[in-house]
């Protein structure tokens, strides 16, 4: 279903930060300026995502409603209109391959300009481990959700305690890459290469900015879209017995 996007629209503090990019994907860039993780800390509102941040929740507002007043967005599809199923195959066909890509080129260039650039006062070290940490955290879980979980959600056959161990578990792993997204962010002063950057600097800062992009989209869906939509679902089954 593809809504069109409402402009002017007020927010409020207490709203929870995973629903206002669900209803505005034209938001997340700004969250993500402000290092606000709505992806695994999106239940919590805005006033207490800021509070953790040591960030000004007014500042914040004020950016958000300057977004979703800006005049070139785009309608957009609500992901909360697609079946389980089609967010699956949405997922595995935009999110999953673009991230084996982007994980691949980023440890390359980070490996690179670590040794290229030896000496220089920046983080190069940390960021290339933490580049490593990510895929080897997350190639492993794209596999598993491809090879195991989706198509045992697509067949119905996992038990009502596989299903909450499932989420559980990958729950676990999606903070896990949230944290190391925003050391990535910090190490790398917000992806601005500093001033003695070559092209390979500035091509792994711009990687890896899209690898932050598309993952805290990929995991907000896998988080707030699509396991509740698998609960529900279950839910319905369950008292239609
Ligand atoms: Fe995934
Ligand atoms: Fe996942």
Known sequence: MTVKLETGRVFHRSEAIAELVLEHSAIAPVLRRHRIDFSAKGSLTLEQVC??????????????????????????????????????????????????????????????????????????????????????????????????????????????????????????????????????RQLTNDYKPPEWADSSVRGLYHQLEGLEADTLEHVHLENYVLFPALASQRKETEEKR
């Open 51 to 184: 509070e953790l941040n040591g960030t000004s929740v007014e500042v914040v507002l004020n950016d958000l409603h300057r977004a979703v007043q800006s005049p070139d967005q785009r309608p957009f599809t609500d992901p909360r209109a697609m079946s389980p199923a089609a967010l699956m195959f949405h997922i595995v066909a935009r999110h999953h391959s673009f991230l084996r890509d982007v994980l691949s080129v980023s440890e390359g260039l980070a490996i690179k300009v670590e040794r290229v650039h030896a000496g220089r006062e920046a983080p190069l070290t940390r960021i290339r481990e933490v580049v490593h940490s990510l895929r080897a955290l997350l190639e492993p879980h794209i596999e598993h959700e491809e090879v195991m979980l989706f198509p045992a959600l697509l067949e119905h056959s996992m038990s009502k305690e596989e299903l909450i161990a499932e989420a559980a578990a990958s729950k676990t792993d999606h903070a896990r890459t949230s944290a190391l997204l925003s050391e990535l």
